[in-house]
Every structure is written in structure tokens, then in C-alpha cells.
């Protein structure tokens, strides 16, 4: 679907300016939540009813089913820098990371270690302790006190036992971004895998698979691709697709889906083999139209957009004495900032009656950043937050 305005940068220079009319929420609320969830636009919305139309209408819509199922592909294709063949259509980043591990052989001997950071979302996490029925050991790699996690403590931990690194890219807890090109160059040397959760950084901030060194980028479509629950993708570096027989699996991740047939398994030759079932098909209507927003902004003007945004917020936090968790380091940073509260489900609750809205993890307010925030949307959280002083460490 088109746009059917300009949705370039406007003289202000805030590259969302034109389109943030497009989001009904900022009407009358600061949202500043995107890394829950992205605000809804009236695209994606046209989306979701154009998908209930075409049903209305013409019944089951199969091929133009698969063929939405093809451009979101391809979206995602587009977005990472990888070919559609390098991209998996998932339901969540669960199905994407279970059909990973379901491809390594633990039981089987060789490598068992999966490294993990501190910082996984916890389905990574899980499904990493999972693998131990398998006979895999998982190993934490622990953050320092401020929350980074320096490139040497996964050094320390990866050796010729490790099977798969993952480290995330943008933590959702702080918001620190680890520095995956190096994790994963060691991990290279030493034979092992690297996967990078994106969730927290796909469509706020350039993830190019081939710069970020990663076999496996994952991430969803609800936070910062403005679009729905229920929608996922997996990357997986081309020349690794061969090695890879996921055993979690289903009709969609077969060589040809229309053939129907039992006697074997014989997955797909692209990273087709990591999808799973029919595809999330409304989910598929939001998520191409959520990513066509991104899209036609341009990453590159989002990123910049939002490192300024976030630079005004910390900048803000300092003058108010607060404890700022997230690096100032533009590049250690992603669109989530977060900042330490002696009270932070009260202060969030406090927020939201003034209709702000954030979100927390641990003791941290989190404050995300994207293309539709204001430098007016910053002034008005530091606002609230000069007047709730007392609520932060
Ligand atoms: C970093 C990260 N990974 C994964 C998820 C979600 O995983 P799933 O798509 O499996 O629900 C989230 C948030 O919901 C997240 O912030």
C-alpha cells in the first residue's frame, strides 16, 4: 500500500514530522513505548481491514495468501540486507530460535555449549536451558555492574565446546547494544554460531546482517516495525543453510508445499526450512504495511532521528541528577533509554495518568525512542519527570 503523502524529512528535520499524523495515539498521548509495542497507524490499520475485506469478498485468498507471505519476505529481505532466500516467515522469535537449536545436534555429541548473555529475552534464555534435556550446558556471560557486557567476557566463555553464542543486540532490560561484529568474529574463529535478537533494534536502527557478522538475526514486527503481534522473522547466513536440518518444523518449510506429501522429510534448499506452519496471515497485511512506513523514511533518517532524540533525553536526565543506565555512547546505544527509579511501577503509573506512557524492567523506566517521537515528546517526559523527582535513584 502506498502512501499517500510525503513521508520525507520536513524542515524541522524530524524525519517522522509528515507521518505522525498518521498515528491516532499522539493525539492525546506521548507514547513513548515502542519497545513494547509501536504505535498503530491508520496503514496499518487499512491493512488489517483490507485483509477482513478480501475474505468478506472472495473467500479464501490462498495465493494471494502466499504471495503476501512472499513480499513481507522480502521486506525483511530488504530491511537486514539479505537475500529472501536468507529469510525465514516466523510466528515469533520463539519459533525462529527453537527451530535453530532443533538443528544442533547435542544428543549426538560434538559441540554442547550455548553461551548466553545476561541480557536474552527470556525465550532465548529458556529455550537454551530447554536444550539441557538434550544433553547441551548452557553458559552465562555476566555484565558488569553498570550492565554492559564487555566483547571480553564472551571471549572468556566461547571455546571449541561452543555450539551457539547468543547475544542480543540492543538489550531490552538497559538498553546497552553489545558489540556483535566482534562477538561474533571470535566466535567465527573458534567454530561457533552467533545468534543476535534484533527485536530491540530492527527498524530504529541500521541492523545490516553483513556488517553485524551474526549467522542468525531474529526479531518481530510489534515493536519498532509499527505492525503486529504474531509475526517474525529469521535470518540465517546463506552458506550455512545446507548444514541445517531443523527438526522442529512443518509443511511450509518443505521443498514443495503443494506436493502434499508424507513419505519423507526434505526441507526446503533456502531458509524456507525455517518456517513452520500456514503463515500469521493478518499479521502478514500489518507487517508489510508497518514496514513500509520504515521503509520509505529511510533507516538512516530514523537513526539518526532517534540518536538525537535519545542524546536530548539523556542530556535532560542529567541535569535532573538521575542514574542513566543506558550508555551515552551513541554507538553502545540503541532507541531505548533507560534510567533508574526507586519506585518504577509507581512512576510509570504516575506517567500514564498524565498520559505518557513507558514501560519498566527491573528497576529501570524505559523510554523508547522512534521516527513519530518529538523533541516536544522528550521536553514533555522530562517534564513529568522533573515533577516525580523523588521516584528516581
Ligand atoms: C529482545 C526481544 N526478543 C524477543 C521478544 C519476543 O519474543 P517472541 O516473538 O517470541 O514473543 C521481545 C519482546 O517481546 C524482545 O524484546
Known amino acids: 500500500m502506498r502512501a499517500t503523502h510525503d513521508t520525507r524529512a520536513d524542515e524541522s528535520g524530524m524525519p517522522g514530522a509528515p507521518i505522525r499524523g498518521q498515528f491516532p495515539i499522539f493525539e492525546h498521548t506521548t507514547y513513548l513505548n515502542s519497545c513494547s509495542q509501536g504505535a498503530l497507524s491508520h496503514r496499518v490499520r487499512r491493512a488489517y481491514e483490507e485483509y477482513l475485506d478480501g475474505w ?29 532466500d536468507e529469510i525465514a516467515v516466523t510466528t515469533s522469535v520463539s519459533q525462529g530460535v527453537s527451530a535453530i537449536v532443533s538443528a544442533l545436534p547435542f544428543e549426538r555429541g560434538g559441540r554442547t555449549r550455548i553461551v548466553i548473555s545476561e541480557h536474552e529475552f527470556p525465550t532465548v534464555g529458556q529455550i537454551a536451558h530447554a536444550q539441557e534435556l538434550r544433553g547441551a550446558e548452557v553458559v552465562h556471560v555476566r555484565p558488569e555492574p553498570d550492565g554492559s557486557t564487555p566483547t571480553e567476557r564472551f571471549d572468556a566463555a566461547i571455546d571449541e565446546r561452543t555450539a551457539l553464542v547468543c ?37 530504529a536502527i541500521d541492523v545490516d546482517v553483513g556488517s553485524l557478522g551474526a549467522d542468525f538475526v531474529t526479531g518481530g514486527t510489534v515493536k519498532y516495525l509499527l505492525a503486529s ?7 540465517v547466513r546463506g552458506e550455512l543453510l545446507q548444514q541445517l536440518l531443523p527438526t522442529q518444523t512443518g509443511w511450509f518449510a518443505d521443498e514443495d508445499i503443494f506436493q502434499m506429501d508424507i513419505s519423507d522429510y526434505s526441507p526446503h534448499s533456502t531458509a524456507r526450512r525455517f518456517d513452520a506452519g500456514t503463515p500469521p496471515v493478518p499479521n502478514i497485511y500489518a507487517g508489510v504495511a508497518g514496514a513500509s512506513i520504515i521503509e520509505e523514511v529511510g533507516i538512516a533518517a530514523i537513526e539518526a532521528h532517534v540518536r538525537r532524540l535519545a542524546t536530548r533525553l539523556i542530556e535532560g536526565l542529567d541535569e535532573l541528577g538521575a542514574t542513566v543506565v543506558t550508555p551515552r555512547d551513541p554507538a553502545r546505544r540503541g532507541p531505548l533509554v ?15 495518568a498524565e498520559r505518557i506512557v513507558t514501560s519498566e524492567r527491573d528497576d529501570n523506566l524505559r523510554i523508547a525512542l522512534h521516527l513519530y517521537n518529538s523533541e516536544g515528546d522528550v521536553d514533555t517526559v522530562l517534564d513529568a519527570l522533573r515533577k516525580h523527582r523523588h521516584l528516581l535513584a
Do not use: K, N
Request: aromatic share 8%.
Open 56 to 84: 468478506d469478498e472472495r473467500g479464501a485468498e490462498w495465493e494471494h495468501w502466499v504471495e503476501r507471505a512472499e513480499t513481507m519476505r522480502a521486506a525483511f529481505a530488504r530491511l537486514l540486507r539479505a537475500t529472501s
Open 167 to 203: 547475544c542480543t543486540t540492543v538489550s531490552y532490560r538497559t538498553g546497552h547494544r553489545h558489540d556483535v561484529p566482534a562477538i561474533a568474529r571470535i566466535a567465527r574463529e573458534r567454530g561457533a554460531l552467533v545468534l543476535a535478537d534484533s527485536y530491540q533494534a530492527v527498524g
Open 229 to 235: 503481534a504474531g509475526l517474525g522473522f529469521l535470518y
Open 338 to 352: 533507560c534510567v533508574r527509579s526507586t519506585d518504577v511501577r509507581a512512576l510509570v503509573a504516575e506517567l500514564a
